[in-house]
């Protein structure tokens, strides 16, 4: 089992960037695969990026260019430095990490982005 915290979301205005954190925690070494998910209200949940084995990483067309996921494995920490922020980048944003397959979730954490 994994438990995952995010930390990092807040209010910023348009333009702006803000950086996410998710630390992971319990079986750590068995994860193959983290990613980052977000809802909006009234949608359903979507795929912003993933990382696989620390080095592939993918992302959601709509933040390509803008957003960047990295993992520093030391700390069991993913990262989603985003940047270029627009309003419909307003979400709760999710931690997601896999194990054989197994998706194990964050709380998530709330993006807001509005002037």
């Known amino acids: 089992q994994v438990q995952l915290v995010e930390s990092g979301g807040g209010l910023v205005q348009p333009g702006g960037s803000l950086r996410l954190s998710c630390a992971a925690s319990?079986?750590?070494?068995?994860?193959?695969?983290m990613g980052w998910y977000r809802q909006a209200p009234g949608e359903q949940r979507e795929l912003v990026a993933t990382i696989i084995s620390g080095i592939i990483t993918n992302y959601a067309d709509s933040v390509k260019g803008r957003f960047t996921i990295s993992r520093d494995n030391a700390k069991n920490t993913v990262y989603l430095q985003m940047n270029s922020l627009k309003p419909e980048d307003t979400a709760v944003y999710y931690c997601n990490a896999r194990i054989m397959g197994v998706p194990y979730w964050g709380q998530g954490t709330q993006v807001t982005v509005s002037s």
């Open positions: 319990g079986s750590v070494a068995s994860i193959t695969a």
